[in-house]
């Protein structure tokens, strides 16, 4: 099967066609071209986002909110980034704000919601989390006296255990902190049915869509959170964190801010100055993803370009636990290509260490990630602690040519 061929919207770009945009494809090690699975640790980068770090940081570099023009185009830069990430994430302008990661404006807002808890309220996590999503609120706990309830996973299907959510969430639940996929096993959560359960207790519902937001395009109406996360490095973009919040939650939380900073929102949570050409970047990589698709408007065209790039993914990822799983001596975790995932797997080989693994598949030009990714909870519960997993994750220059030279890689070295 050709990567052209794979299944998808005609009216979207071929896969062939949309890795013309990356240089970091043409790399090669060893005689063959490099392939890169470790888009669930961080995404390459196409090249109309590096132009628009660049532009900014040679054309229009400048702080904010003065008289002189560099600093109006500034302004107006991250203005209208604020408009392309309310656009990817179907919110409003103010809604959107800016900082360095998910995991430092998780511990800010977490912190500013802490201020107003008391001894014997509680917070909701899950076993399924990445620790970015678990460990801002267990602060909370030694900080404030606050009880964490964590929600059990079942370690076979890598599924999440509903009835223990619902029976953890209760009159003094104040949080559900939850997220949308599993970074470690693909498992992708009904974050919607969650915000029900949290905001019919009362509770903030916070929504971490980091490893969600670069496969399944994210609806913060149809979700009903009031805080959602992600990170554009994950969805081909630069380094730089996101944070989706009402205004009514925004100017709710007790965040720490300078006094004379901005209190409105989305500002009041943007602490310092902010990663500009970063934010630009993050802006230039939803306009990559939305120009991929077809449709009147930017929303329409990330919808078109979503729908599509899912179909891919599903395909070749549907080819890769097929192609792993007949290994023998090869596990594979998490839940099947016939349930809610993303295109993402981790596996093990009998004898050999993640390490050792993931050097192997190095040695033969085929990049992946392997250890706990930072969702050590997951990787206990399945049995795989310390050493970790391998984790192999498809992006939207995913090839099954790639996917097929990886499942004989790994069947080489389950031989050896």
Same mark, same amino acid.
């Given at each position: 099967?050709?990567?052209?061929?794979?299944?998808?919207?005609?009216?979207?770009?071929?896969?062939?066609?949309?890795?013309?945009?990356?240089?970091?494809?043409?790399?090669?090690?060893?005689?063959?071209?490099?392939?890169?699975?470790?888009?669930?640790?961080?995404?390459?980068?196409?090249?109309?986002?590096?132009?628009?770090?660049?532009?900014?940081?040679?054309?229009?570099?400048?702080?904010?909110?003065?008289?002189?023009?560099?600093?109006?185009?500034?302004?107006?830069?991250?203005?209208?980034?604020?408009?392309?990430?309310?656009?990817?994430?179907?919110?409003?302008?103010?809604?959107?704000?800016?900082?360095?990661?998910?995991?430092?404006?998780?511990?800010?807002?977490?912190?500013?919601?802490?201020?107003?808890?008391?001894?014997?309220?509680?917070?909701?996590?899950?076993?399924?989390?990445?620790?970015?999503?678990?460990?801002?609120?267990?602060?909370?706990?030694?900080?404030?006296?606050?009880?964490?309830?964590?929600?059990?996973?079942?370690?076979?299907?890598?599924?999440?255990?509903?009835?223990?959510?619902?029976?953890?969430?209760?009159?003094?639940?104040?949080?559900?902190?939850? $997220? !949308? #996929?599993?970074?470690?096993?693909?498992?992708?959560?009904?974050? %919607?049915?969650? *915000? @029900?359960? /949290?905001?019919? &207790?009362?509770?903030?519902?916070?929504?971490?869509?980091?490893?969600?937001?670069?496969?399944?395009?994210?609806?913060?109406?149809?979700?009903?959170?009031?805080?959602?996360?992600?990170?554009?490095?994950?969805?081909?973009?630069?380094?730089?964190?996101?944070?989706?919040?009402?205004?009514?939650?925004?100017?709710?939380?007790?965040?720490?801010?300078?006094?004379?900073?901005?209190?409105?929102?989305?500002?009041?949570?943007?602490?310092?100055?902010?990663?500009?050409?970063?934010?630009? $970047? !993050? #802006?230039?990589?939803?306009?990559?993803?939305?120009?991929?698709? %077809?449709?009147? *408007? @930017?929303? /329409?065209?990330? &919808?078109?370009?979503?729908?599509?790039?899912?179909?891919?993914?599903?395909?070749?990822?549907?080819?890769?636990?097929?192609?792993?799983?007949?290994?023998?001596?090869?596990?594979?975790?998490?839940?099947?290509?016939?349930?809610?995932?993303?295109?993402?797997?981790?596996?093990?080989?009998?004898?050999?260490?993640?390490?050792?693994?993931?050097?192997?598949?190095?040695?033969?030009?085929?990049?992946?990630?392997?250890?706990?990714?930072?969702?050590?909870?997951?990787?206990?519960?399945? $049995?795989? #602690?310390?050493?970790?997993?391998?984790?192999?994750?498809?992006?939207?220059?995913? *090839?099954?040519?790639?996917?097929?030279?990886?499942?004989?890689?790994?069947?080489?070295?389950?031989?050896?």
């Amino acid at each position: 099967m050709t990567a052209a061929s794979i299944s998808g919207d005609a009216r979207v770009q071929s896969t062939d066609a949309i890795r013309q945009h990356f240089p970091a494809l043409e790399r090669r090690q060893a005689g063959r071209w490099v392939a890169y699975f470790d888009g669930p640790g961080g995404t390459q980068v196409p090249r109309a986002v590096t132009d628009a770090v660049t532009g900014y940081l040679l054309e229009h570099n400048a702080n904010t909110h003065w008289a002189y023009p560099t600093s109006i185009e500034t302004d107006a830069a991250i203005e209208r980034a604020r408009r392309a990430i309310a656009d990817f994430l179907n919110a409003r302008d103010d809604e959107i704000a800016f900082g360095q990661n998910m995991t430092s404006l998780t511990f800010h807002v977490a912190r500013g919601i802490g201020r107003r808890l008391s001894v014997g309220d509680e917070i909701v996590v899950t076993e399924l989390d990445h620790h970015a999503n678990i460990a801002p609120w267990r602060a909370l706990a030694a900080e404030r006296g606050i009880t964490v309830r964590m929600v059990r996973m079942h370690p076979d299907s890598g599924q999440l255990d509903w009835d223990d959510l619902e029976r953890s969430i209760g009159n003094r639940t104040r949080v559900v902190a939850i $997220g !949308a #996929a599993s970074n470690a096993l693909g498992t992708i959560n009904d974050v %919607a049915r969650a *915000t @029900r359960l /949290a905001h019919a &207790a009362g509770a903030i519902a916070f929504v971490d869509a980091v490893h969600y937001a670069p496969h399944q395009l994210v609806d913060v109406r149809a979700i009903g959170c009031d805080f959602l996360a992600c990170s554009a490095y994950k969805f081909y973009g630069p380094h730089v964190g996101v944070l989706y919040g009402t205004s009514e939650r925004i100017l709710e939380v007790d965040v720490p801010r300078l006094e004379p900073a901005p209190d409105t929102a989305p500002e009041r949570l943007e602490t310092g100055t902010q990663n500009h050409e970063g934010i630009v $970047g !993050a #802006a230039a990589a939803v306009d990559f993803l939305a120009s991929l698709g %077809a449709g009147d *408007t @930017r929303r /329409a065209r990330l &919808a078109s370009a979503f729908e599509a790039l899912h179909a891919r993914g599903s395909a070749l990822v549907t080819s890769m636990w097929n192609g792993l799983t007949a290994i023998p001596g090869v596990r594979v975790f998490g839940p099947p290509p016939s349930s809610p995932r993303t295109p993402t797997l981790s596996f093990v080989v009998a004898g050999r260490s993640s390490t050792d693994v993931a050097r192997q598949l190095a040695d033969r030009a085929l990049y992946t990630s392997n250890g706990d990714f930072y969702a050590a909870t997951v990787i206990e519960r399945i $049995g795989m #602690a310390p050493d970790g997993v391998v984790r192999a994750g498809c992006a939207c220059y995913t *090839t099954q040519d790639e996917v097929d030279r990886l499942i004989s890689a790994v069947g080489e070295i389950a031989r050896t």
